[in-house]
């Protein structure tokens, strides 16, 4: 069901695209607690003759537009699809019920007394909200929220809800992270600097709130990790891409980084190859990560191969995998079926099919008669990290009183190769690295 949600401004899009990066990019693994649910009687899941009820909450039309937000969804129903022809978990079928929020807050609440309060799902898989503002709902009523994308807040703030990256913070519903603030890592600035040899980099945003607090956390990553640092910044109604190309190419930045829209990186790679200007990496995120580059950069053929992205999933493009083209294969017939473009996969599709594993995982982990959300919950909070088999880089809810001054973290990376498509370099398990955890606040 699709959800109402109020007109919203270009500067509102600009907001939220922005915190979207900004969340994307700067999501470190790991933590949280026991759950409530574990010392309450718990909450059974249906008779066994019933379907097994599962929730996917998506702002399928949003501010954002098109199909910005549908990918996780994609590839939890193809899981889903695949685990019923196979008889289900313990011999029930999932059953998917969609809610499509708008992309608003008051259209998300309304999804979520929907699926929990009168479809009565037993949890939800791959939540992908622009406006999560029914977060605090899904916790009190302990429905376990598993592999979410963390657009916002919540998946650092509230129990029960288990983003696809995992986290850290004591997470007890009251501030995100550690009394409001949030840390992420520099490893992608690393990468770049010591595989690649990178020493000059430019950061490109408008000249707006949100997209000029992610380019100053971006340059104090950068310069943390010893870079020298480009800073440009382009009005939003009028911005002059022909400029910052040709600044980027005057002052020799190798790498670039932006807090930009999609159009806006489109632009600027048009401006970059009108230039001349060569880079040795333009770095997009895991929002971006799919079939559509030559679509979306058609008009700069040097940018576009100079294109890499940096996540903390396995390439979704990368068919040597077992597993990825499984994925593969069962989200080209999903699409297919429902008369869209099979050739249009992402990366948030393998990382939606990666949470309905997860979710598959830890409901096989409790005995047939005695599946309850706290046995689930168990499995999501156990000490062992969760990999989706291979597919995702360790997760895991493992909560600190405090937040680590550094990590050792590993990073998934690949690069546009026009003709082949993303390109994986090296092994994302062992591209690795001890890195410190800068404070931002969100």
Same mark, same amino acid.
């Given at each position: 069901?699709?959800? #109402?949600?109020?007109?919203?401004?270009?500067?509102?899009?600009?907001?939220?695209?922005?915190?979207?990066?900004?969340?994307?990019?700067?999501?470190?693994?790991?933590?949280?607690?026991?759950?409530?649910?574990?010392?309450?009687? #718990?909450?059974?899941? *249906?008779?066994?003759?019933?379907?097994?009820?599962?929730?996917?909450?998506?702002?399928?039309?949003? #501010?954002?537009?098109?199909?910005?937000?549908?990918? =996780?969804? +994609?590839?939890?129903?193809?899981?889903?699809?695949?685990?019923?022809?196979?008889?289900?978990?313990?011999?029930?079928?999932?059953?998917?019920? %969609?809610?499509? +929020?708008?992309?608003?807050?008051?259209?998300?609440? !309304?999804?979520?007394?929907?699926?929990?309060?009168?479809?009565? &799902?037993?949890?939800?898989?791959?939540?992908?909200?622009?406006?999560?503002? !029914?977060?605090?709902? &899904?916790?009190?009523?302990?429905?376990?929220?598993? @592999?979410?994308? =963390?657009?916002?807040?919540?998946?650092?703030?509230?129990?029960?809800?288990?983003?696809?990256?995992?986290?850290?913070?004591?997470?007890?519903?009251?501030?995100?992270?550690?009394?409001?603030?949030?840390?992420?890592?520099?490893?992608?600035?690393?990468?770049?600097?010591?595989?690649?040899?990178?020493? %000059?980099?430019?950061?490109?945003?408008?000249?707006?709130?949100?997209?000029?607090?992610?380019?100053?956390?971006?340059?104090?990553?950068?310069?943390?990790? !010893?870079?020298?640092? &480009?800073?440009?910044?382009?009005?939003?109604?009028? =911005?002059?891409?022909?400029?910052?190309?040709?600044?980027?190419?005057?002052?020799?930045?190798?790498?670039?980084?932006?807090?930009?829209?999609?159009?806006?990186?489109?632009?600027?790679?048009?401006?970059? +190859?009108?230039?001349?200007?060569?880079? %040795?990496?333009?770095?997009?995120?895991?929002?971006?990560?799919?079939?559509?580059?030559?679509?979306?950069?058609?008009?700069?053929?040097?940018?576009?191969?100079?294109?890499?992205?940096?996540?903390?999933?396995?390439?979704?493009? +990368?068919?040597?995998?077992?597993?990825?083209?499984?994925?593969?294969?069962?989200?080209?017939?999903?699409?297919?079926?429902?008369?869209?473009?099979? @050739?249009?996969?992402?990366?948030?599709?393998?990382?939606?099919?990666?949470?309905?594993?997860?979710?598959?995982? /830890?409901?096989?982990?409790?005995?047939?008669?005695?599946?309850?959300?706290?046995?689930?919950?168990?499995?999501?909070?156990? /000490?062992?990290?969760?990999?989706?088999?291979?597919?995702?880089?360790?997760?895991?809810?493992?909560?600190?009183?405090? *937040?680590?001054?550094?990590?050792? %973290?590993?990073?998934?990376?690949?690069?546009?190769?026009?003709?082949?498509?993303?390109?994986?370099?090296?092994?994302?398990?062992?591209?690795?690295?001890? &890195?410190?955890?800068? =404070?931002?606040? #969100?």
């Amino acid at each position: 069901m699709q959800r #109402p949600r109020a007109a919203e401004p270009p500067s509102g899009r600009l907001l939220r695209t922005a915190l979207t990066a900004l969340l994307v990019l700067c999501a470190a693994a790991c933590g949280s607690r026991l759950p409530e649910s574990a010392f309450e009687p #718990p909450t059974a899941a *249906p008779r066994q003759a019933e379907p097994l009820r599962v929730g996917i909450l998506v702002s399928a039309t949003s #501010p954002i537009g098109g199909e910005a937000f549908t990918g =996780p969804g +994609d590839g939890a129903r193809a899981f889903f699809d695949v685990l019923n022809a196979r008889g289900g978990i313990g011999g029930r079928r999932v059953q998917v019920e %969609t809610c499509d +929020d708008g992309g608003s807050g008051i259209g998300n609440t !309304g999804c979520v007394h929907e699926l929990v309060d009168e479809k009565k &799902v037993f949890v939800l898989v791959a939540t992908t909200a622009l406006d999560y503002a !029914g977060a605090s709902l &899904v916790s009190a009523a302990g429905v376990p929220d598993i @592999g979410g994308q =963390p657009i916002g807040t919540a998946y650092e703030t509230y129990p029960h809800l288990y983003g696809i990256y995992g986290s850290n913070a004591p997470r007890q519903g009251q501030k995100p992270g550690w009394n409001g603030t949030l840390y992420g890592g520099t490893e992608t600035y690393r990468y770049f600097r010591r595989e690649q040899g990178a020493r %000059t980099a430019a950061v490109v945003s408008y000249n707006q709130a949100s997209s000029a607090a992610y380019a100053r956390l971006t340059a104090q990553g950068l310069r943390k990790e !010893g870079y020298t640092v &480009v800073e440009e910044q382009v009005d939003f109604a009028l =911005p002059n891409w022909r400029a910052v190309a040709a600044d980027l190419k005057d002052r020799g930045a190798d790498l670039v980084l932006d807090a930009l829209d999609t159009h806006g990186n489109a632009q600027l790679c048009k401006a970059m +190859d009108a230039v001349g200007a060569d880079v %040795t990496a333009k770095v997009t995120n895991v929002q971006n990560w799919s079939s559509t580059v030559p679509a979306d950069y058609r008009d700069s053929p040097r940018c576009r191969n100079a294109l890499w992205v940096t996540g903390a999933s396995r390439n979704y493009d +990368d068919r040597d995998d077992p597993q990825v083209r499984e994925f593969r294969t069962a989200v080209q017939n999903s699409l297919k079926r429902s008369g869209r473009d099979p @050739g249009a996969l992402s990366q948030w599709q393998l990382e939606g099919w990666a949470a309905a594993m997860w979710f598959t995982d /830890a409901a096989a982990s409790c005995p047939p008669d005695a599946l309850t959300r706290a046995c689930v919950e168990r499995y999501l909070n156990r /000490a062992e990290p969760y990999t989706a088999r291979g597919l995702l880089l360790p997760v895991s809810y493992a909560p600190l009183a405090s *937040p680590p001054a550094e990590r050792r %973290t590993c990073v998934s990376v690949a690069r546009w190769r026009d003709g082949t498509g993303w390109v994986t370099q090296g092994d994302m398990r062992r591209t690795c690295f001890t &890195v410190p955890q800068l =404070p931002y606040k #969100p």
